[in-house]
């Protein structure tokens, strides 16, 4: 048989290794953690509607679901030409790879007075902790916002949706307590129209939602560093903050910059529309760890990760199985979003036709929350797959 490796256990990692196990391929799952985070609804953590463990799935547990093999390691180095993977406490030979690392992030001068909701799952009950010492004094500054990559022109490793998420779950978690008037919330981002690439429409509304929960916005600066106490920008000015949540734009993971690999600028794999690394045959790159081609305005989001495993694992059993079909990845590149604000939501759509968002009060809330219960329990097989989810 084949030796298939998948590297990275995220949203990619572990879609590419079900795929695969379906398609009746026996696959090894390397991953540097033991668990599944489940990123879209960690932003419920800090407001204490989700506790870590309901955020993340054991990797144990789908091993034994799904029947892949797993290795809970480092991933140190890369060689194509010899087929290895060096781990930190192995060495594996590969006949393909699937690398599904997700990426590392463009830090800022100043990162560590700083939490991100998109980082090191753990981060996620440090920023609970912070705000809750907030509440407690009643009164403070909350900036939160997310960065640029230069090397990233496109822009497709953004991360504005979480941002955008705890800004609006912290508003109406503070109107809860009653202290929404006394507890300022901050946006910043350096760009100038922060949320443009999902279109026209949604842009437009973004300003109601900014009204609503009472956010004050520092946009189109640069931003220079993050201190102990304070954001500052470019131009010299700066946001008093008390906690400080930065989402940094995605970067090259360390490993794939080393690897050899074909890359871009910014340290992306560069893979063709079948989701195979360019120049060779038998590796191929899933999720944010790869350059995205499409349209402009393409991101990186958890559906997309999960768009390029199953284009990736279905061309590769294709290739084995001698068939001549291939599916594209670019045809499903799409920003589908559904932005969770605690008290409701709204759903948001861009495509190669149109964009669009549907304010859901109340009502937007829930189907989130449906969606974390339908994304764990379905990859536990406690409830069936719905056909394109």
Avoid at 147 to 161: F, H, I, L
Avoid at 258 to 281: D, M, T, W, Y
Wanted: with cysteine; hydrophobic share 40%; glycine share 10%.
């Amino acid at each position: 048989m084949n030796k298939i490796i998948v590297l990275g256990g995220g949203f990619a990692g572990v879609e590419t290794a079900i795929r695969l196990q379906k398609l009746g391929h026996h696959v090894t799952l390397v991953s540097n953690r033991d668990y599944l985070f489940i990123y879209p609804i960690s932003i419920w953590i800090p407001v204490k509607k989700k506790s870590f463990n309901d955020v993340k799935i054991d990797l144990e547990k789908l091993k034994k679901i799904h029947g892949f093999d797993l290795i809970i390691d480092e991933v140190k180095t890369i060689d194509s030409k010899t087929q290895t993977v060096h781990l930190k406490n192995r060495v594996l030979e590969y006949d393909y790879l699937f690398i599904a690392l997700g990426m590392h992030k463009k830090q800022l001068k100043g990162s560590q007075y700083a939490h991100s909701i998109c980082g090191h799952p753990e981060e996620s009950v440090v920023i609970r902790k912070e705000l809750d010492k907030l509440i407690a004094k009643k009164t403070g500054k909350i900036a939160i916002g997310f960065g640029v990559n230069e090397d990233d022109p496109s822009a497709t490793a953004v991360r504005g949706g979480p941002a955008f998420e705890l800004l609006f779950n912290f508003s109406y978690y503070l109107r809860k307590k009653g202290l929404q008037d006394k507890i300022e919330l901050h946006f910043f981002a350096p760009m100038k129209e922060p949320g443009r690439r999902m279109g026209q429409k949604p842009y437009d509304k973004m300003d109601l939602f900014f009204k609503r929960y009472k956010i004050i916005k520092h946009i189109g600066t640069g931003i220079r560093e993050i201190e102990d106490k304070s954001v500052v920008f470019m131009d010299g000015t700066r946001i008093e903050s008390d906690l400080t949540v930065f989402i940094p734009a995605g970067d090259g993971h360390d490993v794939i910059k080393q690897s050899g690999l074909p890359v871009n600028k910014a340290g992306f794999i560069k893979i063709n529309e079948l989701c195979r690394v360019k120049g060779l045959e038998n590796v191929y790159a899933v999720g944010d760890i790869a350059e995205l081609g499409g349209p402009k305005w393409a991101a990186k989001q958890g559906h997309i990760a999960e768009v390029m495993a199953d284009v990736a694992t279905f061309n590769f059993h294709n290739k084995i199985k001698g068939k001549p079909k291939r599916k594209s990845y670019w045809e499903q590149l799409h920003i589908v979003c559904l932005m969770d604000s605690g008290d409701g939501g709204a759903f948001i759509v861009r495509n190669r036709k149109r964009d669009f968002i549907i304010p859901l009060p109340v009502v937007g809330h829930w189907m989130k929350k449906g969606w974390g219960f339908y994304y764990k329990n379905s990859k536990l097989k406690k409830i069936p797959r719905l056909p394109g989810m």
